[in-house]
């Protein structure tokens, strides 16, 4: 269905009206009885349909990049924001990220991106390679991204510390094609499995 949002600072020089599309999709509800004994889960998705949840520190070096105003845009930027996920056939995986700018003088930077990719299994189930990519829309906080475009590619490593939790790093780069914004990346996170099999 059709939407509509209108943002203001009271404090600034941001008033716009927006106007969008809702889309809906219906899915399963799984459950079970209070008087359950059995597995608590075969290891698949539940809840919103995640089974990985990732909190994200990502530093950005830019490269070519300019202000809104023209200016090199030359400073590190810290970004803060978290990543769901969830597997699907083989090492495929696909999700959502959304970061905010932590540092750098970008306050008000932030980005929405839909991202996928894949992950193999290098020592058992404990140490991974992946690669993904990832597209969507960021700006704001001076950035000239061109109207908001984003795409984003990165590679890197996760190690499991237990069956839920684990620690990742990635190398990467950013690139707003219809703006002035082109930046290397690096990144940690905090990796949390969720319906890990009982």
């Known amino acids: 269905g059709p939407t509509f949002s209108k943002v203001w600072f009271t404090s600034g020089r941001i008033n716009s009206n927006q106007f969008g599309w809702m889309l809906n999709f219906d899915s399963s509800f799984r459950?079970?009885?209070?008087?359950?004994?059995?597995?608590?889960?075969?290891?698949?998705?539940?809840g919103l349909g995640f089974d990985h949840v990732d909190a994200m520190v990502t530093f950005a070096k830019p490269r070519h990049a300019v202000t809104t105003g023209g200016a090199p845009l030359t400073s590190r930027i810290g970004l803060v924001?978290?990543?769901?996920?969830?597997?699907?056939?083989?090492?495929?995986?696909?999700?959502?990220?959304?970061?905010?700018?932590g540092s750098g003088g970008v306050a008000g930077y932030a980005a929405v991106l839909g991202t996928a990719g894949l992950r193999w299994p290098v020592i058992s189930d404990r140490l991974s390679l992946g690669?993904?990519?990832?597209?969507?829309?960021?700006?704001?906080?001076?950035?000239?991204?061109?109207g908001g475009l984003l795409v984003k590619a990165a590679a890197g490593a996760t190690l499991r510390l237990t069956d839920t939790l684990g620690i990742g790093?990635?190398?990467?780069?950013?690139?707003?094609?219809r703006g002035h914004y082109k930046a290397v990346t690096g990144a940690v996170s905090l990796n949390w499995t969720l319906d890990v099999p009982q």
């Open 31 to 46: 459950y079970r009885p209070a008087a359950f004994t059995g597995t608590a889960t075969d290891g698949s998705a539940t």
């Open 81 to 101: 924001g978290l990543r769901a996920a969830r597997r699907n056939a083989g090492p495929l995986w696909a999700g959502l990220e959304a970061a905010g700018a």
């Open 131 to 146: 690669v993904r990519a990832s597209a969507g829309l960021g700006g704001g906080g001076g950035i000239d991204t061109g």
């Open 169 to 177: 790093a990635e190398l990467g780069a950013v690139d707003a094609p």
